[in-house]
């Protein structure tokens, strides 16, 4: 690490930082604070060896920060899957609801045809009622109870169509409910998105505290990152 930073210094390489990955974070922490490095870079830092004495020097170094300076970077491989999950609800439950007006129109169709077909069996069977007086008691009688069911058929097709209609929109609305959580999820996934990266608000030094936060707030969930 030092041979690393004296070869940068006698190149004169311009704003040298240091980079680490996993182990290699905690040499950066340890050995790495010189007044020739601009800062640190640490990916996947375990920080198995380093202590918080290390992390307190850095903090006391005074190396600054500028305004929109890459703070904490969190591996976001897990929340875009889970942005892409949420996406695929949203678009699976549009597409139960297409289904659904589908089958919807369907059934309405089916209920048109045999309300058309029970008014005409009343029409016609109140026609043939009206044959009474040219007919024998006995027809006429037949004919006024034929009248009689097919007005109770027609009104058995208003109730099946007025219950479809009540179905129909239950079914509709718990899809809409169901849509409504999914498109909460997705923004919710957003925002995880939206907080992978912290940046500096301002210039400035970067001072690291405990979270004790981190597990979440008393009676809710943690965010997944």
């Given amino acids: 690490m030092a041979a690393a930073i004296e070869y940068a210094e006698f190149h004169e390489l311009p704003n040298p930082w240091l980079l680490g990955w996993s182990f290699g974070t905690d040499l950066a922490l340890m050995y790495g604070l010189a007044p020739a490095v601009n800062g640190a870079i640490l990916l996947s830092p375990p920080l198995r060896y380093s202590q918080p004495a290390h992390l307190a020097a850095w ?5 600054p920060v500028r305004k929109g300076d890459i703070i ?16 695929t609800n949203v678009r699976t ?16 169709e089916m209920d048109g045809m045999n309300l058309m077909t029970s008014e005409y069996n009343v029409q016609r069977t ?5 044959k009474a007086e040219v007919v024998s ?14 007005e109770g058929e027609l009104g ?35 925002g995880y998105l ?12 970067v001072n690291i505290l405990p979270n004790f936060r981190a597990s979440g707030s008393f009676g809710s969930t943690p965010p997944p990152f």
């Avoid at 058995?156 to 809409?176: C, E, F, M, N, P």
Wanted: net charge negative; hydrophobic share 35%; proline share 1%.
């Fill in 126 to 130: 109140e026609l043939e009622a009206s």
């Fill in 72 to 87: 904490v970077e969190f591996d976001a491989a897990s929340q875009e899957q889970y942005y892409l999950d949420r996406s």
């Fill in 93 to 108: 439950v549009d597409s139960e609801i297409v289904q659904l007006k589908a089958s919807h129109r369907i059934v309405n």
């Fill in 59 to 63: 903090a006391e170094s005074g190396k």
């Fill in 156 to 190: 058995q097709v208003k109730t099946t169509i007025d219950s479809h209609k009540v179905a129909q929109g239950a079914d509709l609305d718990r899809l809409g409910q169901k849509k409504d959580k999914t498109l909460r999820d997705l923004e919710r996934a957003k």
């Fill in 137 to 150: 008691e006995i027809e006429g009688a037949k004919n006024r109870i034929d009248v009689g069911i097919s």
């Fill in 194 to 205: 939206s907080k992978m990266v912290i940046r500096a608000p301002i210039d400035g030094i």
